[in-house]
């Protein structure tokens, strides 16, 4: 999904974009806020042949109410 003036939209190149990236047999983790957005991005990979996707269900607000561990971006650079 993109932003964009008109609202979210489909992001077109999304597929595309992945496929560059990645390789269908990678292990793929999948996630954004809610957990809804990466359950359509998830769909559409497993749909466009990767094998090994997963979804991050409920998304990172899950994960926080789950108390499960975050790394915030300031501790990261101090390693």
């Given amino acids: 999904m993109l932003n964009s ?5 489909k ?9 560059s990236l990645l390789n269908p047999t990678y292990d793929i983790l999948v ?3 809610s957990g809804a957005r990466s359950l359509n991005a998830t769909t559409e990979l497993v749909a466009a042949g990767f094998k090994k996707v997963r979804n991050v269900g409920g998304g990172y607000l899950a994960w926080v109410d ?3 561990p975050i790394i ?3 501790q ?3 390693n």
């Avoid at 003036?5 to 939209?9: A, I, L």
């Avoid at 992001?11 to 496929?19: A, E, G, T």
């Fill in 72 to 74: 915030k971006e300031q």
């Fill in 76 to 78: 990261q650079s101090a």
């Fill in 5 to 9: 003036p008109q609202g979210r939209v």
């Fill in 11 to 19: 992001n077109q190149d999304f597929l595309d974009q992945v496929s």
């Fill in 66 to 68: 789950h108390n499960f």
């Fill in 31 to 33: 996630g954004c806020q």
